[in-house]
């Protein structure tokens, strides 16, 4: 018998690649406050509502909900509020409901964020010790964790895994598009310097690390990003080759500060695409 998923977020550009991965080995059920098909369920967070269905025999949760940080809105006290709830409040929403019907699952699988770090180590490599900022995206990304962390404190999941998720490269959504009107726009912005790491990842990649830390029952915080860093100008430059705009020589190693993700490597998940060079040719394909 397939084992049950359910997935919060179920609309965001990660959740449509993990569902790709498992729809064939696992039921998914899906949560969202307008259900359209039968495998989705509705939930409210503010009215603190979640369709009972949706929770029956379910073996894994992999959270991804949570309102965009920055969506070209003023940051204001109440966007900060709405953009807080739809994740701690939507993971103590469930946390909640599990502890009424008495449930256990075998794993919680939290998305986070890059946003928890300050970028202030003196280290050129920032692993997933790394220092915690100061503000409100740290604040947030560390009560996020600190709510995924409470499924396993009281009992009912086995494992909890929290993935840090870094800027995500894909066709349809995610920071590529933008990257590549830019180019479009002005190929000249290649010669641009624009050297600081771009904490990135492919979006194949970004939904297989999810999908292997639950199926191999991986707990604690893993980095999302790509085992190759590359700088904004690296990007501009992968891009600009494949469009067949110029024809830049091989990118040379990033020498900079950047995060890593050795850690879930360790965990034995092999990335698809390493390299910046790799995931946009991808891409384009």
Do not use: C
Request: charged share 25%; aromatic share 10%.
């Amino acid at each position: 018998m397939k084992k049950n998923v359910l997935i919060t977020g179920a609309n965001s550009f990660i959740a449509k690649y993990i569902i790709s991965l498992i729809s064939n080995k696992y039921t998914i059920k899906l949560l969202t406050r307008n259900p359209s098909t039968e495998n989705e369920y509705k939930w409210d967070i503010s009215n603190q509502y979640i369709d009972e269905k949706a929770l029956e025999n379910v073996d894994y949760i992999i959270h991804l909900a949570g309102s965009k940080l920055n969506d070209g809105t003023p940051l204001t006290e109440e966007r900060k509020k709405l953009v807080y709830e739809s994740r701690i409040g939507a993971a103590n929403l469930i946390l909640e409901k599990l502890k009424e019907n008495n449930q256990k699952i075998k794993g919680f699988i939290s998305a986070s964020a890059i946003g928890y770090y300050g970028f202030q180590d003196n280290t050129l490599e920032i692993d997933e010790t790394g220092k915690k900022g100061i503000g409100f995206a740290a604040e947030l990304s560390d009560d996020w964790e600190k709510a995924a962390d409470l499924f396993k404190e009281e009992g009912i999941a086995e494992h909890v895994s929290k993935i840090r998720v870094s800027l995500v490269l894909g066709k349809e959504a995610g920071i590529f598009p933008i990257y590549k009107s830019l180019v479009q726009r002005n190929p000249e912005v290649v010669n641009q310097n624009n050297l600081s790491s771009v904490p990135w990842n492919h979006v194949e990649d970004m939904a297989g690390i999810f999908v292997h830390a639950m199926e191999n029952h991986l707990d604690g915080i893993y980095n999302s990003v790509a085992p190759y860093p590359a700088s904004q100008q690296d990007i501009y430059k992968a891009i600009s080759n494949e469009m067949g705009l110029h024809k830049y020589q091989l990118i040379e190693p990033y020498k900079g500060q950047h995060l890593v993700a050795k850690k879930i490597q360790e965990k034995g998940f092999q990335f698809k695409y390493p390299t910046i060079e790799e995931a946009v040719k991808a891409i384009f394909s």
